[in-house]
């Protein structure tokens, strides 16, 4: 029976993760690479679990057939799985959502909640079961909590790493659902080998598992998985027919057919068509910068070159192209869809496509450019986000000839600016103007922005640039004499710039992400205008408005502590663990948000970011399980970690800010990725040492072994949702990483300030 129970919690740990990372990567591409929603996502998972495992805490206890129960439960978690891969592949058709059309932050919110309850309540509810049955068939219950919280993150462990470098390579979602469904069958039946004979619903449980067995395996071995996974793709894509259905390390690649004419998308948003590309937007993103240097010779496009950019470039005496992409998937599938129009761009001996990150590029690269245009418009997320960064406008800066210029787009309108595109375009115009002495705005549909070190870029006019249009002999639809007279209206300029009287003052960063917040705020305000006014509030949070709330809690502990001993003493542990779950999440997001920030390609390594901080609180709760007989001064050490904690979150950013100028040498560039698992692994480290103790503590104050469970695993998680919500939504975004951190460390100091007084209290700290 123990090799059977450590082996169920092995697959607990094991499935939960992978059901995580799984469902995560989904929601990413129905969330069109929304990284605000990893936060959102993964507080819904953890307060959904902290309700299961609350819920069940509270009622182990009278429950006589306890391995059945496990197993139903089991079972049930087993059952939602592959429902749940396909509910998220439908969600945009179920609600009424056009693919390509983007979602508001509350439906991310009660979509994910709802499709995650039923499998996040079960899991939580196992986690307790496990509990309960480690400590009647095994060791004490003091030691039960620990072992089995080592257990289930070892199997987290094995489930970070399977997924990463054996799932996602060969298997299809639908596939690794029924996988996983498969083995949680196999494990009911083997737990119930003991009770079939003594109780009927043992037997029940059996034959049920022994279907779901044969029909998960039969799905995968058959044609069906198949057929289930291309069936859950059309409903996904209702109305268009997709020809190609893709994941690569920086997201999803989905190409959909209408006739004759291609469209590409990059996790849900739309980015090439081909081959009839949108003209106007074509012609005055490549003609109009183009006509403002006086002899381009050499460019460079950073995303979104073909179906139509190059074709335009190639126009002007250009000399060479340099063409990286964001996704240099995206190049391989065009390439497999050949039109006329790509063909003649990619083949064509001007052009060097570079199968890189721009950004990385920019760093490496030798040559310098009259021009480089970003050809991706609206920082919507965090991988975006870092090519309209103060710092990725310090690097193209470093890489232009003398009169270069830098060319990138946002979101415009021709007769309103909402308060939401206003600070979008400030926010970015605040950032270029930090970096280049002279911006050039030219408004419209897309506000086009040209920022240069030369002056020229603000002097010349139109008349100057018909003349050069018609030197160079451009052939071009839209982009008369007359049509660039019109774009340059000083009267158009003047009233964009009247518009953004009042707009934001503030700049966009790397590790302070405003870009993305902003673009994320004008987005919710088209497709949930209701909730404008949240993400207003949302701009205002500060550290003086997180120091109010945080003070009145501690007075508020303060009076209980003078009107009820008893409640403050039982309250300062689940506070303390409810602040570290926050604290862990906090420390989870920040290196996953940094990572995409320096990096671009988290959709791929967030499975090895998890793992190592899962390793790390295998590692901490193990060797705290195995030496919590020898620890005397459990109350001191308690603390001792929580001063640890402290220190780590303010050394966390000062590490990023220490590295990341010198990513661009390739020995710092691989030896930082290592950096980011190292900090991932010591985060974890803290986290999973301090709980096992916090255990001790507790029982020793009300031995109740479930209650003890149930009270501290839920608030871990319920800190951790806290954490997921506004660390993943507000904090980062809006504060950034420094002073996220130093969020962090006053919820922390708050408390270990009630634990001092608690411990004073009951003369613990001797």
């Known amino acids: 029976m123990r090799r059977r129970l450590i082996f169920a919690i092995l697959v607990m740990g094991f499935s939960g993760i992978v059901v995580q990372i799984l469902l995560l990567r989904e929601f990413l591409v129905v969330f069109s690479g929304n990284e605000l929603a990893i936060g959102i996502i993964l507080a819904n998972w953890l307060i959904l679990e902290a309700f299961g495992s609350l819920y069940v805490g509270k009622r182990v206890e009278h429950i006589k057939e306890r391995i059945e129960a496990f197993v139903g439960l089991q079972l049930f978690f087993s059952l939602c799985l592959p429902l749940a891969v396909y509910s998220t592949r439908i969600l945009k058709d179920f609600i009424g959502v056009i693919p390509g059309e983007g979602l508001g932050l509350i439906p991310i919110l009660y979509s994910s909640f709802l499709i995650f309850a039923p499998l996040s309540i079960a899991h939580g509810a196992l986690f307790t079961f496990c509990c309960k049955l480690y400590s009647l068939h095994f060791v004490s219950e003091g030691k039960a909590i620990g072992k089995v919280y080592v257990h289930e993150t070892l199997g987290t462990i094995f489930g970070a790493f399977a997924f990463t470098y054996l799932f996602v390579p060969y298997l299809h979602s639908i596939q690794i659902a029924l996988g996983v469904a498969l083995l949680n069958s196999l494990l009911c039946l083997l737990l119930l080998g003991s009770s079939l004979r003594k109780s009927l619903a043992g037997r029940a449980l059996a034959g049920g598992s022994a279907v779901f067995l044969v029909l998960c395996a039969y799905l995968i071995i058959g044609p069906k998985a198949d057929e289930i996974h291309h069936l859950s793709i059309s409903q996904q894509w209702r109305g268009q027919e997709v020809v190609h259905y893709q994941n690569s390390i920086y997201g999803n690649i989905t190409v959909t057919q209408r006739d004759e004419q291609y469209s590409f998308f990059s996790g849900g948003i739309p980015i090439i068509t081909t081959p009839v590309p949108d003209i106007t937007f074509v012609e005055e993103f490549v003609h109009l910068p183009l006509l403002f240097h006086p002899e381009p010779k050499k460019v460079l496009v950073i995303g979104g070159g073909v179906g139509g950019v190059i074709h335009e470039l190639l126009k002007h005496p250009i000399e060479r192209v340099d063409y990286t992409e964001l996704d240099p998937l995206i190049l391989k599938v065009v390439q497999e869809f050949p039109t006329p129009l790509t063909e003649a761009e990619l083949a064509d001996p001007r052009v060097n496509i570079e199968y890189l990150d721009g950004r990385f590029f920019i760093k490496k690269t030798p040559h310098k450019y009259d021009l480089v245009l970003v050809g991706i418009s609206n920082p919507s997320t965090l991988q975006i986000n870092r090519l309209f960064s103060k710092e990725f406008f310090s690097l193209v800066k470093e890489r232009l000839e003398k009169g270069g210029i830098l060319v990138m787009v946002l979101a415009g309108s021709l007769t309103y600016l909402s308060e939401e595109l206003g600070d979008l375009n400030a926010c970015i115009l605040n950032t270029l103007k930090g970096v280049y002495p002279y911006v050039r705005v030219i408004p419209g549909d897309f506000n086009l922005f040209l920022a240069s070190i030369s002056s020229e870029v603000s002097l010349i006019n139109h008349t100057l640039l018909s003349q050069r249009l018609n030197e160079r002999e451009l052939e071009v639809s839209l982009l008369t004499p007359s049509h660039i ?109 940094t990572f995409q920030a320096l990096y671009g390609y988290v959709f791929h390594q967030i499975g090895l970011l998890v793992a190592a901080f899962m390793v790390g609180i295998a590692v901490g709760s193990l060797a705290m399980t195995s030496l919590l007989k020898r620890v005397k001064r459990d109350f001191a050490s308690f603390i001792g970690l929580e001063l640890a904690m402290i220190l ?53 104050r009300s031995p109740d072994l479930s209650g003890t469970a149930g009270l501290l695993y839920g608030a871990d998680l319920a800190g951790g949702w806290i954490g997921g919500l506004l660390g993943g939504v507000v904090l980062l975004p809006v504060l950034g990483l420094v002073q996220t951190c130093i969020a962090v460390v006053l919820l922390k100091m708050t408390s270990l300030l009630i634990l001092l007084v608690s411990a004073l209290l009951n003369k613990e700290l001797g």
């Open 648 to 700: 780590f979150s303010g050394a966390l950013p000062a590490i990023f800010l220490l590295f990341s100028p010198y990513l661009d040498r390739p020995a710092v560039f691989s030896l930082f990725r290592v950096i980011f698992l190292v900090l991932s692994f010591f985060s974890g480290l803290l986290i999973g040492t301090q709980f096992p103790l916090a255990n001790k503590i507790y029982l020793k």
């Open 485 to 593: 007279k019109y774009k340059l209206d000083s009267r158009r300029v003047d009233w964009f710039f009247t518009s953004l009287k009042g707009a934001t003052e503030k700049i966009n960063q790397d590790f302070s992400p405003l870009g993305m917040f902003y673009s994320l705020a004008y987005w919710n305000s088209l497709f949930s205008p209701r909730m404008k006014w949240l993400f207003r509030w949302f701009e205002q949070v500060n550290l003086r408005l997180l120091i109010i709330p945080l003070s009145i809690f501690t007075l508020i502990f303060l009076i209980i502590y003078f009107k009820g001993r008893t409640i403050f003493t039982k309250l300062s542990i689940p506070f303390a663990i409810m602040a570290s779950g926050f604290a862990g999440m906090i420390f989870d997001l920040a290196l996953i948000y």
